[in-house]
């Protein structure tokens, strides 16, 4: 055990969206949609700032590596907010999450449980991507599984329960 | 508007984050928020904080025990020195000593504090920093408050890592606090202690910050905004007394910042507040407007331009308004051509007391006006701007 205080989480429940991208259901959907909040804040100066080509600001992180079985490696993470004047302003995309190339912790076989196919909505919405941030302003991810949200610390369950994405100092 | 949240975000990054602004744009309330939530944080009702654990796929997150968050709040002044801040010797009534009275080596509010984040973290407000001899109040202390060259953030000693010798103590000798929390000689500084100062922009009076210390904070500007001064107003509902307040301000800060510059300018806790003016009924808040010209804008304005009657004199458009019946509270003097002359030269006083509220509200209204007159025009040459030649 490994433990890191964290300070911050960024979350988003599932949306079939969600699975479309991660699982490739829908081979055009490539990003996870999160609503517009100032994520630039979560990241606290850590990302790498540009501009795509269709002049949307984009900001590149890297999730620290994790150091279970089997590990994963550090792996950058783009984000995308959608420029004014253009649909979703104001809305975010995480890109590059589809099934070959997203997050290996959030990825079909990883992240959500076998028995995912069977829930019920509600149930299924209580699935959920992080990204936390440590307190040395590090981020790292994880997919929390339906089965193990009663087991979130107190303080995180309740910003879990009051929005289905955004994100928060603990 | 920059909030609290974003100065602890920034301070944990950077450690030590200097606000500074302009009088009235609530640099010492925000420090007051900042230390409310760096103990939330920090202290944790149960001293347990969220943690994530990196080898964990599945239960990544769990809580974990943390040190105590704690905090302490000075204010510089000529005559806070080195001995307070860091360490000193203090009297001290013993019978070993002839004279009944002895020196005793007292830790500072920064070592003292220091010392109790070893094990947590600790965050040391200091208000007004360049009202103090900064320089002469750190001493060697200003290199410890670099990042890196203090300890890691697991308390283990870093390549860079410095280690300054405490004055006052023997080889070898400690210095215990009443805590019980022993001090060594070799003192080196904990990663976690953070710092949160703020400055005035408005004192000139007071030599500006020693560049030294100045480029050890990150700096976080508190500009008076319109945005804030919206917020602080309240919203407008069955009466558009927080509306001229911000038309008033408005148009007085733009004559500040034309001609002293915009670190001068008036913030917005210089409006009522606890109720703000929307949240009063239309005459209490018309009196409070009035009020608080009397007893806290006028006085200021009168500080900034008292060597520049003529100045204040356009700002306030007091010949303007005047010759409209309005009076603001200021009186102004003209010398006749003669005394001009002779070299005699005009100047304004306060003369508030002999101006009634009805006299001063209707001043104010005019004032305010002109900012929203300029607002319209400005308005009206952006869409003339905009419409296609014919």
Redesign the interface.
């Known amino acids: ?7 911050a ?1 960024l979350w988003r429940s599932y949306m079939t969206s969600t699975s479309d991208a991660l699982w490739g259901t829908r081979s055009n959907q490539y990003y996870i949609d999160l609503p517009a909040s100032d994520y630039e ?1 979560f990241f ?3 990302a790498e700032q540009s501009t795509d080509e269709e002049n949307n600001p984009t900001f590149r992180i890297r999730l ?5 079985h089997p590990a994963v490696a550090q792996y950058q993470i783009e984000f995308e907010k959608k420029r004014e004047g253009i649909a979703r302003a104001g809305s975010w995309n995480i890109n590059g999450q589809h099934s070959d190339t997203a997050y290996p ?1 959030w990825k079909s076989g ?1 992240g959500p449980s076998k028995r995912f196919q069977e829930m019920g909505l509600d149930e299924k919405k209580k699935n959920f991507i ?1 990204i ?1 941030r ?4 590090k981020f ?1 991810g ?1 997919w ?2 339906a089965e ?1 949200f009663d ?3 107190h ?2 369950k309740t910003l879990l329960e009051q929005k289905s994405a955004g994100w928060s ?2 | 508007m920059i909030s609290a949240e974003d100065v602890l975000s920034a301070m944990e990054k950077h450690t030590n984050v200097l606000l500074y602004g302009p009088p009235g744009t609530g640099k010492s309330y925000l420090m007051k928020q900042v230390q409310n939530l760096f103990l939330a944080k920090y202290s944790g009702a149960a001293g347990l904080s969220c943690a994530v654990d990196t080898t964990a796929e599945r239960r990544a997150f769990a809580e974990m025990p943390v040190g105590r968050g704690c905090s302490r709040w000075v204010t510089f002044h000529q005559g806070y020195a080195y001995e307070d801040f860091v360490i000193g010797l203090r009297p001290q009534a013993s019978a070993a000593v002839r004279g009944g009275v002895g020196l005793e080596v007292r830790a500072g509010v920064l070592l003292e504090l220091a010392a109790q984040s070893v094990d947590g973290a600790g965050l040391l407000l200091i208000d007004e920093i360049n009202r103090g001899n900064a320089s002469r109040i750190f001493g060697e202390f200003i290199t410890l408050m670099e990042p890196d060259k203090r300890l890691r953030e697991d308390g283990s000693e870093a390549a860079t890592t410095v280690a300054v010798t405490l004055p006052y103590l023997a080889e070898s000798q400690t210095l215990r606090l009443e805590s019980g929390i022993e001090i060594p000689r070799e003192f080196r500084m904990p990663r976690r202690l953070y710092t949160l100062a703020s400055m005035n922009s408005v004192d000139k009076s007071i030599a500006p910050i020693d560049s030294a210390i100045r480029r050890r904070f990150y700096v976080i500007h508190l500009h008076p905004n319109k945005q804030d001064l919206v917020s602080a107003a309240g919203a407008a509902g069955s009466h558009h007394v927080p509306q001229l307040a911000v038309d008033l301000f408005d148009e007085l800060n733009r004559g500040i910042g034309l001609h002293l510059g915009p670190e001068y300018m008036l913030g917005q806790f210089y409006l009522p507040s606890s109720p703000c003016l929307g949240e009063m009924d239309e005459v209490t808040a018309q009196k409070a407007l009035v009020e608080c010209w009397r007893f806290k804008v006028l006085p200021q304005l009168l500080e900034l331009f008292h060597d520049r009657p003529a100045v204040c004199r356009k700002v306030l458009a007091l010949e303007h308004l005047e010759a409209k019946r309005s009076r603001s509270g200021v009186q102004l003097t003209k010398p006749s051509s003669d005394e001009e002359y002779e070299g005699a030269a005009e100047f304004v006083v306060n003369a508030q007391a002999e101006a009634s509220d009805k006299d001063i509200y209707e001043y104010l209204t005019r004032l305010a006006s002109r900012a929203a007159s300029r607002a319209m025009r400005e308005s009206k040459s952006d869409d003339d701007d905009g419409t296609p030649a014919s």
């Open positions: 055990m490994a433990l890191h205080q964290i300070d989480i804040t606290a100066g850590r620290e590596p994790f150091d279970g912790l990883r992080i936390a440590d307190v040395e302003g790292h994880r929390v599984r193990d087991e979130l610390p303080r995180i100092l603990l």
